[in-house]
């Protein structure tokens, strides 16, 4: 009985569509968030008309929103998009992990610090909530884009198993 190595035509077909389908692009969509907590925590700092000490409070608000931003992308990056159907968890993970990190680091960090709150608190939501926004936009056109991708790899792959 001679042995074959080689896969079948289905397989390659498979494999081929596979690879073409396009990886969700999860570190921008983790940068879109860590960009607009940035920029808008910045922009709240440069702007505000504070005192020494108000101005600290906002940035270490901002910057605690923002580094919910990093603990998220670590999040999307560990599970990966190698599989399509893995993408959604990606995404909700990596919100999830980015709203309870950010949280518990800007609690922590009004603890230990004591800044004024109104700048720092104030600084945090408008951060988090750009970091949110970005976020949700950036994931929709890219859950979009992957679940019209993958209705055409099936599309094909069906086509193909039924001729």
Same mark, same amino acid.
């Given at each position: ?48 008309? %504070? ?33 399509? %159907? ?78």
């Amino acid at each position: 009985m001679p042995h074959n190595d080689q896969p079948s035509d289905a397989q390659n077909q498979e494999a081929t569509a596979h690879a073409r389908t396009p990886a969700l692009p999860l570190r921008a969509i983790g940068a879109a968030g860590l960009g607009a907590a940035l920029v808008l925590g910045a922009a709240g700092v440069a702007v505000a008309s %504070m005192n020494g000490a108000e101005v600290v409070a906002a940035a270490l608000g901002a910057v605690s929103a923002a580094i919910g931003c990093l603990l998220g992308i670590a999040a999307m990056t560990a599970i990966g998009t190698s599989d399509p %159907m893995k993408v959604p968890t990606a995404v909700l993970a990596g919100s999830t992990v980015r709203l309870i990190g950010s949280l518990a680091i800007a609690g922590v960090t009004y603890m230990i610090t004591g800044p004024a709150a109104a700048p720092f608190w104030g600084a945090f939501l408008a951060a988090a909530l750009a970091a949110l926004l970005a976020e949700t936009l950036v994931a929709a056109k890219s859950l979009r884009a992957t679940q019209t991708q993958a209705a055409s790899t099936n599309s094909t792959l069906n086509g193909a198993s039924s001729a």
